[in-house]
């Protein structure tokens, strides 16, 4: 069986959506005691690598292009070729496309290949493909997603207007309902009142799964390369996503099969009792 798929998509650029993703997958790591791979398949403008202080990452997704090509990705590989995140054994992140003028050149069959991989992989997969929708990344991976997150602000021409000419309009073409989707809210440090959660998924037509605000903190996170690490040690930072993640969790039935380990002189039971365990 394959791991669910999460996707994660922005009604617009740069409001937080990797933010909101990479803190889902670490939540789920930790909680739910899960092996998590974190895909980043913004092929546009991907920075995943400077968030976590890998300021020249040796392996990103455009360096495994040989290998989608061909059909010839492993597993093995592809956990070479990802991050461990710091403070977190179980969140493996693969850094995103560096070439951004190759972004339209990945291919479906490609992108296809890395999804089946990966959730051959891991526990759950999670996909973070920003706001863009012109690239086989982002198609792909809403199509075969088993949950789409959409992560959205409180301002009015990113819920609306955005959200209107992405989500409502184009995702239909390509065989998604506009309400397949459950939002996310991204509130700004400097901004309180303004329109309500209610009434922003009321716009957008989808249920609510969880919000948070973006702080000087975080924002210093970013820049200073230390994300990963402070969301599994900041006060703050543990409980970003932690009830959207509790939330993925439940709806996939998602947990660790937990091994006991046999002494020996239970295994010398078995044996003497025909391998019956009772």
Not at 250 to 265: D, E
Request: glycine residues 6%; proline residues 4%.
């Amino acid at each position: 069986m394959k791991a669910p798929l999460i996707a994660f998509i922005g009604t617009t650029p740069n409001i937080g959506t990797t933010v909101a993703a990479i803190a889902a997958a670490c939540r789920m790591a930790q909680e739910g005691a899960l092996s998590v791979g974190y895909l980043c398949l913004n092929l546009k403008s991907s920075k995943l690598h400077r968030y976590v202080g890998v300021d020249s990452p040796s392996i990103t997704l455009d360096s495994l292009r040989p290998e989608l090509r061909t059909n010839s990705l492993y597993s093995d590989k592809l956990l070479r070729s990802m991050h461990q995140a710091r403070g977190n054994n179980n969140c493996h992140l693969l850094f995103g496309n560096i070439m951004r003028d190759q972004a339209e050149f990945f291919t479906v069959e490609e992108m296809d290949h890395l999804l089946d991989v990966a959730q051959q992989s891991f526990d759950v997969v999670i996909a973070d493909v920003s706001a863009y929708w012109d690239n086989a990344a982002t198609l792909c991976t809403l199509r075969r997603a088993n949950s789409r997150i959409l992560v959205t602000t409180s301002a009015l021409s990113h819920f609306q207007e955005d959200a209107q000419r992405w989500i409502k309009q184009l995702s239909p073409v390509f065989g998604i309902a506009s309400d397949d989707y459950e939002a996310v809210i991204v509130h700004p440090p400097w901004r309180n009142g303004g329109f309500h959660v209610k009434e922003i998924c009321k716009e957008l037509g989808v249920p609510f799964i969880g919000e948070w605000r973006l702080s000087e903190d975080l924002l210093s996170q970013l820049d200073s390369g230390m994300l990963d690490e402070w969301l599994v040690q900041n006060e703050q930072g543990k409980r970003l996503m932690a009830e959207p993640a509790k939330q993925i969790i439940r709806k996939h039935g998602l947990h660790r099969q937990v091994q006991i380990a046999i002494q020996p002189w239970y295994k010398k039971l078995l044996t003497h009792r025909g391998e019956v365990g009772s």
